[in-house]
């Protein structure tokens, strides 16, 4: 596609309830990176891909998150028992081999845990 | 890590020059300076990137005094549709994890 894809746009869910955040990154970059973002704050820095592999996963709050990206494009986000601070929107972002620091970012999943 | 302070919020009206001013006092040899643009409901887009000196492109210039301890972003005659969050963002363009968002600056623009 022509940008990043993220879905859902918005998801609702349970408390204690596992939720999946999908990001399609722009075709060819092989760096991804996943943030959060809480209302009136900046992007949060999560977790960032080079190709396959979790290159930095030091943003991850807790063991309760996790992220994958098993063939170098899609890459899903996963978050166990969610609480109702996990309330946010999830941000992904892609750039050119991570490198040049112009990083496309996407729309967000807005993500509410009742 | 290079901390930024930037304005919380600015207001301005249609047709002025904008000004919003970084501080990024323990700024690395290797960091080079970004401003990200974000809007209600999307995410940020980039702006503009410096190392030194002035830098300018079809959206914005960005002045970087010598001692590189702050930074200024110039929007020339805004518009309604310049109303956004403005993140300063420092850092080694080879470690884009590294960069810190903080809270920007919202700028109002009025008509």
């Known amino acids: 596609g022509a940008g990043v894809s993220q879905t859902p746009s918005n998801k609702v869910t349970e408390k204690g309830k596992y939720v999946e955040l999908r990001c399609d990154p722009i075709?060819?970059?092989?760096?991804l990176y996943w943030y959060r973002q809480s209302l009136g704050q900046g992007p949060e820095f999560l977790i960032y891909f080079q190709g396959t592999g979790a290159a930095d996963d030091s943003g991850l709050p807790n063991d309760r998150f996790f992220a994958v990206r098993p063939e170098g494009s899609v890459s899903t986000l996963k978050i166990q028992r969610t609480e109702r601070g996990d309330s946010a929107v999830y941000l992904c972002?892609?750039?050119?081999?991570?490198?040049?620091?112009?990083?496309?970012f996407g729309q967000g999943t807005r993500l509410t845990v009742v | 890590l290079a901390k930024t302070t930037q304005p919380i919020s600015m207001d301005s009206y249609e047709g002025q020059e904008v000004n919003i001013t970084c501080s990024h006092n323990?700024?690395?040899?290797?960091?080079?300076i970004t401003w990200y643009q974000q809007f209600p409901s999307q995410g940020p887009r980039f702006i503009i990137q410096?190392?030194?000196t002035k830098v300018t492109n079809e959206v914005a210039s960005l002045f970087i005094p010598a001692d590189r301890k702050s930074s200024t972003l110039s929007l020339p005659r805004v518009s309604l549709s310049d109303t956004a969050v403005y993140y300063c963002?420092?850092?080694?363009?080879?470690?884009?994890?590294?960069?810190?968002f903080g809270s920007g600056t919202k700028l109002n623009v009025k008509p």
């Open positions: 972002a892609s750039s050119f081999q991570g490198v040049d620091t112009e990083a496309f």
């Open positions: 963002l420092v850092g080694d363009i080879y470690n884009f994890n590294k960069f810190y």
């Open positions: 323990n700024i690395a040899t290797n960091d080079y």
């Open positions: 410096g190392y030194k």
């Open positions: 075709s060819g970059h092989t760096a």
